[in-house]
């Protein structure tokens, strides 16, 4: 499957909002959000008017699809499935995006950024219920155990990310056993629990689909 190959940090300017694709670099004075960099072009400014409807929406649906470092027919795959889930789609689509293998494996700290952890996904270094899942995008379900296999335990990339277990903690759907490298997926996140996307509209995305 074809991925942005591109500068990361350039997307966090068009869109104007950090989106954590790198990690420890957007925490620091190096980020050109931190440095109020505009948007990228050879004059954003004479880009600048007023946003349609369409073009607030599809704005939203942009900022969330890559934050989560997903291509739009993937993304659209899981509105789908949100859409035919019982309760509030936008709700929905944003549990189902926090099931992702990759996205846990961010947010139980065994890497620094979704991109870090899928490429540690890929590569075979995480264990579901035991056995070896490799697939990003694969969801996992409540009371599911992710754990990093044993021969992987000592890279350097895991250890440094579970640092920042000390400083942030972990997300109330998950626990984390850092000196095993284990942890369970407890229940699928209400959406209020989800305080790093308190900004985020998800509504306008189900809108934009819903045309």
């Known amino acids: 499957m074809a991925r942005y190959a591109g500068p990361v940090c350039r997307l966090c300017r068009t869109e104007q ?121 694969y969801s996992v379900r409540p009371g599911d155990v992710i754990e990093v296999k044993e021969s992987s335990k000592k890279m350097v990339c895991i250890l440094d990310a579970l640092n920042e277990v000390s400083k942030s903690g972990i997300m109330p759907w998950l626990t984390v056993d850092v000196d095993a490298q284990k942890g369970t997926f407890t229940a699928y996140p209400r959406r209020e629990e989800v305080t790093d996307l308190a900004d985020v509209k998800e509504q306008l995305v189900v809108e934009h689909y819903s045309k």
């Open 17 to 137: 909002k950090k989106l954590f694709l790198k990690g420890d670099r957007c925490k620091s004075d190096k980020c050109p959000i931190n440095k109020k960099r505009g948007a990228p072009g050879k004059d954003p400014k004479a880009r600048v008017g007023k946003r349609t409807e369409y073009g607030i929406q599809l704005r939203e649906k942009q900022k969330i699809k890559r934050m989560y470092n997903m291509l739009e027919k993937q993304f659209h795959l899981f509105f789908e499935r949100a859409q035919h889930m019982s309760g509030i789609t936008g709700d929905n689509l944003i549990a189902l995006l926090e099931s992702r293998l990759d996205n846990v494996v961010y947010r139980m700290r065994f890497a620094t950024s979704r991109a870090q952890a899928r490429q540690i996904v890929s590569h075979g270094h995480i264990l579901v219920n035991g056995k070896r899942v490799d697939i990003p995008s």
